[in-house]
């Protein structure tokens, strides 16, 4: 089924993801596209996954697992287009990955260790819990000492406070050339599942036509997120400070369970006018970290998600 698809923006590429097996393809610099599809570890499939609500905090790991592993490769791919040819034929030997219309020899995927992973991931998601869960409490506890705000109040303070460093945050960052490419392989991801999902052939053209928003980015999901973290907290703004940071520590995968079901939901009933209304404020922020993408990487985002298929149904 294609809603069973997804996918993340890397350095010049898309890695596309189904249910057993996950494809990568870059755009190197002499303008080949190099691919590499390979098994979702099985520690990432257990047989829980499907359970409701459990499976929001399965999906945390596995798409920074798989994400953070696709990017390695992604960079790695980018770090040897500056070396000699004679030695990047030796270092990156072809591979017996699936193979693509279109694109040219495969190149082998390459090896990152589970502790640089692992590393990776860490930092990554200390860095997220300090910018949107901690740091907003020490806001929260200045405004209590020196304003009458409560309750309510402080929780929509808190949720502009958040959303606020979202926010400029992304437009931060989209002002690096090389970031702002991503974000045009982030539309061209989605331009590809738009157009898969509404039956129509892969094709340059037809994908170009496709919305570059996507009802289950997970952008959008990042705004459930926080809107849902608020939540958690709303009736605990007289409790002290640390109280709060452990409340906000210890919702952080039950938050991502019920915000992936809400986010499912607005994928399966996307043509809903409720839930076309519901989705709207996190397709609107898409608009910060997607952009229209060119044919050359619609033609990337093509080739991994047909890679990602071909695998799919080789293992049927």
């Known amino acids: 089924m294609s809603d069973l698809y997804g996918g993340q923006a890397v350095i010049e590429g898309v890695m596309m993801r189904g249910p057993h097996h996950f494809a990568v393809a870059a755009r190197r610099a002499n303008g080949e596209i190099a691919l590499t599809c390979e ?38 791919v980018a770090e040897e287009d500056t070396r ?20 040219v020899p495969v190149k082998k995927s390459v090896g990152v260790s589970d502790t640089l992973i692992g590393g990776a991931m860490f930092t990554g998601l200390i860095f997220a819990v300090f910018l949107f869960k901690i740091l907003p409490q020490f ?24 959303f606020s460093i979202f926010t400029i945050y992304i437009l931060a960052i989209a002002r690096m050339n090389h970031v702002y490419r991503v974000f045009q392989y982030h539309g061209a991801e989605h331009k590809a599942i738009n157009a898969l999902e ?46 709060r940071i452990l409340i906000q520590l210890a919702m952080v995968f039950p938050v991502a369970g ?5 986010l499912r939901i607005a994928g399966k009933f996307r043509h809903n006018p409720l839930m076309a209304a519901l989705s709207r404020p996190g397709m609107w922020t898409q608009l910060l970290t997607t952009r229209e993408p060119d044919d050359s990487q619609i033609e990337v985002s093509i080739a991994s998600l047909k890679a990602a298929m071909a695998a799919e149904n080789s293992a049927i």
């Open 198 to 243: 509404a039956g129509k052939e892969l094709t340059v053209a037809n994908v170009r036509e496709a919305s570059r928003l996507h009802p289950r980015c997970g952008t959008s999901f990042l705004v459930i997120v926080i809107f849902l973290s608020v939540l958690a907290v709303a009736f605990f703004y007289d409790r002290p400070l640390w109280q």
């Open 84 to 103: 000699p040819v004679q030695e990047l034929d030796e270092a990156v030997p072809a591979s017996d990955a699936v193979l693509v219309e279109g694109v």
């Open 139 to 162: 806001g929260i506890e200045a405004l209590k000492k020196t304003t009458s705000l409560h309750g309510w109040q402080l929780g929509i303070v808190d949720f502009l406070v958040r």
């Open 39 to 76: 098994p979702v570890p099985k520690i990432l499939r257990p047989a829980w996954q499907k359970i409701p609500f459990l499976r929001g905090g399965f999906s945390l790991v596995d798409a920074m697992t798989l994400g953070t592993k696709s990017l390695f490769w992604a960079a790695k």
């Open 258 to 262: 019920v915000a992936f079901e809400l």
